[in-house]
Nanobody
Framework: QVQLVESGGGLVQPGGSLRLSCAAS????????MGWYRQAPGEARELIATITNGGSPNYADSVKGRFTISRDNAKNTVYLQMNSLKPEDTAVYYC?????????????WGQGTQVTVSS
């Protein structure tokens, strides 16, 4: 059984920083792409950043230049460094991973961590 466990959310003032972590555990041979999504109240879940197994990142325009995604393949962990946070970044943040088994690739999600940007 594979699990993704997130940590690092919380309350921060505008302009502040937070670092999210997401560790995958269980029967894992390898992990393909990993990423972060967020969902604000009343809105659809939004893809904000992805990173390939080789470390190539991609970002949504809304976070480009402020957020940095990284991963440690030895620890099966993905990170999201969030700087210059704005009130509109307030949302529940979810990590995602594509993890293959012997037959196919499955999508796994973390439980979500709340990020609130407010003064």
């Amino acid at each position: 059984q594979v699990q993704l466990v997130e940590s690092g959310g919380g309350l921060v003032q505008p302009g502040g920083s937070l670092r999210l972590s997401c560790a995958a555990s269980g029967s894992i041979f390898s992990i393909y792409d990993m990423g972060w999504y967020r969902q604000a109240p009343g809105e659809a879940r939004e893809l904000i950043a992805t990173i390939t197994n080789g470390g190539s990142p991609n970002y949504a325009d809304s976070v480009k230049g402020r957020f940095t995604i990284s991963r440690d393949n030895a620890k099966n962990t993905v990170y999201l460094q969030m700087n210059s946070l704005k009130p509109e970044d307030t949302a529940v943040y979810y990590c995602h991973a594509e993890i293959p088994n012997s037959d196919y690739v499955l999508d796994y999600w973390g439980q979500g961590t709340q990020v609130t940007v407010s003064s």
